[in-house]
Structures are given as structure tokens and as C-alpha cells.
């Protein structure tokens, strides 16, 4: 039972010293997506059962409240610029709208047609804010999943242990062994 066990540490020792060499060196651990994005390219993403932002998630949630998304996806910083962007874009929008009903309540058509102007380039913005939002929540989202399937591989490894029966002729006629088969893949 000790050479067992003994064995067994040395597999273990050496599945993780090979699989160290293996992975992509430049990877640590907590890396953001600033980091990440020169990386990997978004449009080589591959979904796996493992992964654990959802792409469509992260962009449905920002579709909702932009940066949400991002948020979700642990880049919180990132979501809070983009909640800004479109909290600006909105009070632009709000400021061209009260301008431009100031100026038909009082009378002055400048008034009215510069808020008008201010209205129209706010929701323009809006839009724009909203829609790029959602296209980099799902990015985000590919990038940082693409990002931790790498980490898996870097520090991963499985043990599987088979038993066995397998029955031998001896002089005394026939008898049964027992075995562990031990397989390690990294």
C-alpha cells in the first residue's frame, strides 16, 4: 500500500510539472479583458459545457441596461463606462427635449429647432451607445471564456482510477486477483 501511494504522488507531482511546460506561459491568473482582447480573437471562440459567461446572456443584459453585460462578465469598470455613456446619452437627449418644448411653449422657433437638433443627436447617440454596448458584452463575454478554457488546460489534469478482476491458473487451480489501474491525463 505505501509503494501505491508513493506512486501515485510521483504521477501526480509529474502531471503537474508537464502540464505547467504545456500551457501558454503569458497567462496569470485575474487577467482583465484590456489584457485579454490582443490575445485571443472573439471570432475563434468555441462554446464548452465549462464555459462560464454566456455570450447571448452578457448581451441580452446589456440590451436591458448597458454594461450590465459587462458586469456579468466580472469586468465591472468596463459596464460602469458604458452605463455612463449611455447615462449621458439619455440626459442629452432629455436636455434637447425640454429645450425644444421650451421654445414652442414660449414661441421661439430657434429654441425649439436647436432642441430639436440636441434631441435628435442625444437619441442618435443613445442608439449607438446601446447597440455597442451589447456587441461588447458579447465579446467580453467570448473573450474572457476563451481566456479561462486556456487556464483550464494550463492547470488541469484528471485521475481516473479502473479496478479490476481478473482470475489466474495457479497449481491449485483457479484464482481471482484483484487490480487499480491508474490513468492520469494532463
Same mark, same amino acid.
Given at each position: 500500500m505505501k509503494r501505491f501511494i508513493i506512486i501515485l504522488a510521483i504521477a501526480m507531482a509529474s502531471a503537474l510539472g508537464a502540464s505547467a511546460q504545456? *500551457?501558454?506561459?503569458?497567462?496569470?491568473?485575474?487577467?482583465?479583458?484590456e489584457q485579454l482582447k490582443h490575445m485571443y480573437n472573439y471570432k475563434e471562440y468555441s462554446e464548452t459545457v465549462y464555459d462560464r459567461y454566456s455570450p447571448a446572456g452578457?448581451?441580452? *443584459?446589456?440590451?436591458?441596461i448597458p454594461g450590465l453585460g459587462q458586469m456579468i462578465s466580472r469586468e465591472v469598470g468596463r459596464g460602469f463606462a458604458w452605463f455612463g455613456g449611455a447615462a449621458a446619452a439619455y440626459i442629452v437627449t432629455g436636455v434637447g427635449g425640454i429645450f425644444a418644448g421650451s421654445g414652442q411653449y414660449y414661441g421661439e422657433t430657434q429654441l425649439e429647432n436647436t432642441g430639436a437638433i440636441i434631441g435628435l443627436v442625444g437619441m442618435v447617440s443613445m442608439i449607438t451607445v446601446d447597440i455597442c454596448a451589447i456587441v461588447d458584452a458579447v465579446r467580453v463575454a467570448k473573450v474572457?471564456?476563451?481566456?479561462?478554457?486556456?487556464?483550464?488546460?494550463k492547470y488541469a489534469?484528471?485521475?481516473?482510477f479502473h479496478p479490476s478482476v481478473n482470475y489466474i491458473?495457479?497449481?491449485?487451480?483457479?484464482?481471482?486477483?484483484a487490480g487499480l489501474t491508474l490513468a492520469l491525463r494532463f
Open positions: 504545456v *500551457a501558454n506561459t503569458e497567462l496569470t491568473e485575474g487577467m482583465k479583458y452578457a448581451g441580452i *443584459a446589456s440590451f436591458f474572457k471564456n476563451m481566456y479561462e478554457q486556456d487556464l483550464r488546460k489534469f484528471d485521475v481516473d491458473q495457479t497449481a491449485d487451480g483457479v484464482q481471482p486477483t
